[in-house]
């Protein structure tokens, strides 16, 4: 019998063994034989558990049990995390993590450790919770020269932004209904704020250029400023308003990555991803646009990417997967200032100055002495110049890309 361990038993952890309970029976036909969660690591008590047995407080416990093979690390965060991962793939045991702030800030060293000591470091569930995109990446897609990635991948700003569009729900009111109903934390801060999807986009243009995308260094907007006005003049746009982790490839070899809200048109297929759904496009030179659609959280969801993950390693034990990437000297991240969009903006001030200022493609004025514009292509670096000179001389209330 394969023995494996799991760091941490929140909501994925305990889900992740709840994943090997269920579906005993089928993981030992694909692995070729039974799989046991030997331990399972945390220091809360959890002895009144059927399984509670199992618990145990001191990590050097799994690291030094030879029995052990493959680990999942669900702990979250950068600190025992990567301490714990590192010593297990120094160890000669796989991990397999969900956690994408880990993946995203240390991934190439800990990629590079793994393959020192012949074992796999996988993160399937980082990106997309239950939804498959690292693998179809580095594997169905591996013909492809990648173009761009654009998608939703924040669940919880999803579900946002649905209230607000569909039942004229407030932000902060969204937010409380989003906390009730379990999608969001008490502290909200990494998902409003961007910072999440932020990870998952870096992880991907990691994966697709080869070289590390930094998430301190990758412009990050959330979705805190949007109000129920933008939302009815998006609509009045043919748009809706989605939070969108965007990389795009340059000619250069270079690529821009940034996270922001964005104005996506009713026909485009992103804007009919609704609550705590995730899709992402990827577009492949050879493939043309491909996309990934479902939930991107969960506790089942996540945990059967993170079960898959464990069972490829053992499936595959002496046989590592070709996945790596630079340390970021390559320096791929190409500054925002030269990338074009069109835009919408909300101005209060003179109809004069802003169709002197912008290259405006329509106007409307929804509310007296409000003008709601969408313009004609800009780069970052013009359209930032441009609202510096209408503030000097009015408001601009809002400034969003339009994709």
Excluded at 135 to 164: S, V, W
Aim: hydrophobic residues 40%; aromatic residues 6%; contains cysteine.
């Amino acid at each position: 019998m394969i023995k494996a361990a799991i760091m941490g038993h929140g909501t994925v952890g305990s889900g992740v063994y709840e994943v090997f309970e269920m579906n005993a029976d089928k993981i030992a036909r694909v692995v070729g034989e039974p799989v046991e969660v030997k331990y399972v690591l945390d220091l809360r008590d959890f002895s009144a558990l059927p399984y509670g047995h199992k618990f145990v407080t001191d990590f050097s416990v799994i690291e030094n049990d030879p029995e052990v093979q493959v680990v999942a690390e669900v702990m979250g965060g950068v600190g025992a995390a990567y301490e714990f991962t590192k010593r297990c793939l120094q160890a000669g045991k796989s991990v397999c993590t969900s956690n994408k702030e880990l993946v995203a800030t240390r991934g190439e060293e800990l990629l590079k450790i793994a393959e020192e000591h012949g074992v796999n470091y996988m993160f399937e569930a980082s990106v997309g919770g239950g939804i498959p995109i690292i693998r179809p990446m580095l594997q169905c897609l591996a013909a492809n020269e990648f173009n761009e990635i654009c998608g939703i991948l924040n669940g919880t700003t999803n579900y946002i932004l649905t209230q607000m569009i569909h039942n004229g729900v407030t932000f902060e009111d969204a937010l409380k209904q989003a906390q009730l109903n379990g999608y969001a934390e008490k502290d909200p801060t990494a998902d409003i704020e961007g910072h999440d999807a932020c990870r998952k986009i870096c992880i991907l243009a990691d994966l697709a250029f080869g070289d590390k995308f930094d998430p301190d260094e990758v412009s990050c907007e959330g979705i805190t400023h949007i109000t129920l006005e933008d939302v009815a003049n998006a609509d009045k746009l043919g748009c809706v308003i989605k939070l969108i982790g965007r990389t795009v490839r340059c000619g250069d070899g270079t690529a821009y990555a940034y996270v922001a809200p964005h104005l996506i048109p009713k026909d485009n297929l992103l804007a009919s991803v609704e609550d705590v759904f995730n899709a992402i496009m990827v577009n492949g030179n050879a493939t043309g646009d491909v996309m990934f659609y479902g939930k991107g959280a969960g506790k089942l969801a996540t945990a059967s990417a993170v079960a898959a993950d464990m069972l490829d390693c053992l499936e595959h034990a002496g046989r590592r997967r070709r996945i790596m990437w630079g340390d970021g000297s390559k320096h791929l991240l190409r500054p925002l200032d030269e990338l074009q969009s069109a835009w919408y903006v909300r101005y209060r001030g003179a109809r004069k100055e802003l169709e002197t200022v912008l290259p405006v493609e329509s106007l409307a004025e929804p509310a007296e002495g409000v003008l709601v514009a969408r313009t004609g292509r800009l780069t970052t670096a013009e359209m930032r110049s441009r609202m510096e000179t209408l503030n000097s001389c009015g408001t601009v209330h809002a400034a969003m890309r339009i994709l």
